[in-house]
């Protein structure tokens, strides 16, 4: 039995929504100077650097994106650290100049239950004491379990709990989709033919 599967944004529909965000960033009087964008491992750090190159298109020369974008380890920070002690950390980069004074954005692929963020604001704060923090994500799928939102979203996909949300990046996977899998209904039970009925 396999999962039925719906394809509900594909690289151009992922592109365009980069670029928005970006745009959307700027329009809030942010300069690229002023920020860190700091993406969360594994495809908020691909993202993370597309979103940069986005902001430097609509901006060039203001900055160079090595001291704009960076990457932020949650791993120790996660609450459900000690049910998957197996998980293997990633490497926290902090571009030049750090995160004091100024805005970082964290970038996510999707935002669920909010938990994936709490732990990266602890770690945020194990790091230094940024102007203010926003976050940006490709998908919010809904169904938060705490008080977060995101400042920027490329797409709000309403889903229920049993469907999955998967974000394929050409970086991570090959290609860039973002897909919508849900399990295949089970099949009803055979039932068994009554007394003396030929099977």
């Known amino acids: 039995m396999t999962d039925e599967s719906r394809t509900v944004l594909g690289a151009e529909e992922i592109r365009r929504a980069l670029v928005r965000i970006a745009h959307e960033i700027l329009e809030t009087g942010a300069r690229p100077e002023d920020l860190v964008l700091l993406g969360i491992p594994h495809r908020g750090a691909p993202l993370a ?3 940069g190159r986005a902001l430097l298109e609509a901006e060039p020369g203001a900055i160079d994106q090595a001291d704009l974008v960076g990457s932020l380890d949650i791993t120790m920070y996660r609450d459900d650290l000690r049910t998957n002690p ?3 950390p990633h490497r926290t980069v902090i571009p030049a100049g750090g995160i004091d004074g ?3 954005v964290l970038v996510d692929d999707v935002l669920y239950s909010g ?3 709490r732990a990266a604001l602890d ?3 194990a790091i230094g004491r940024p102007a203010a923090v926003r976050l940006a994500v ?3 799928r809904g169904h938060r379990e705490l008080p977060i939102r995101a400042d920027h979203v490329g797409k709000n996909l309403p889903t229920s709990r049993d469907e999955r949300v998967h974000v394929s990046l050409a970086e991570t996977d090959g290609e860039d989709a973002v897909r919508i899998e ?3 209904p089970a099949s009803a039970p055979e039932q068994a033919p009554a007394t003396g009925e030929a099977r």
């Open 123 to 125: 770690a945020l704060q």
């Open 49 to 51: 650097e597309r979103l």
């Open 102 to 104: 100024r805005t970082v």
């Open 138 to 140: 490709l998908v919010d």
């Open 115 to 117: 938990r994936t963020i």
């Open 182 to 184: 849900r399990p295949a």
């Open 86 to 88: 197996t998980r293997q």
